[in-house]
């Protein structure tokens, strides 16, 4: 099967909502839960894409991990960065970039991601697990306030600010830039 955006097996541009809701139906059907988070997350919490994306945040877990790598690899992406435990990037034909955070799930369906301090793993609360909109179909995403957590700590871009602004119009939720 190939994505939408291929010509000749080859991509053509940035990650667009097409792309991510075709990789996000490809690990639907392999049986695999994923969530959206990054730019594209708050993007779907917002409800229509606000700037051009370079890639594709999602968490997934971390059990299911081989299924998500095999039914990537179905559709012609191949493991490029491995940072695991925190993350890895699967590069698909003509550069595009699925960057990959495993997640354990606590019974109370809260969940951790290792971090590079082994005490300090990130955090996701159950509750930060909702739904938001891409291209007119409802996607599994992070809640507006987890994005605002996960963008602290560091220098933002002007795609963080851009982000960030996006959710205090639409949320009206305090950020720190």
Sequence with gaps: M???GAQGGRWTGAVDAEDVVTVLDVLRRAGAEVWVGGGWGIDALVGSQTRP???LDLMH???QEPAVVA???DVGFVESLDLRPVRFV???PGGREIDLHPLVFGEDGSAEQASGEPRRPFRY???CFVTGVIGGTA???????QQVYFHQGYEPTERDRHDMAHLRRVFGIATHF
Aim: glycine share 8%; with cysteine.
């Design 61 to 63: 877990r971390r059990d």
């Design 2 to 4: 190939g994505l939408p």
């Design 53 to 55: 994306h370079r890639d």
């Design 125 to 127: 609360p159950a509750a």
């Design 139 to 145: 996607v599994p995403c992070l809640s507006a306030e």
């Design 71 to 73: 039914a990537l690899a």
């Design 90 to 92: 699967l590069t698909g």
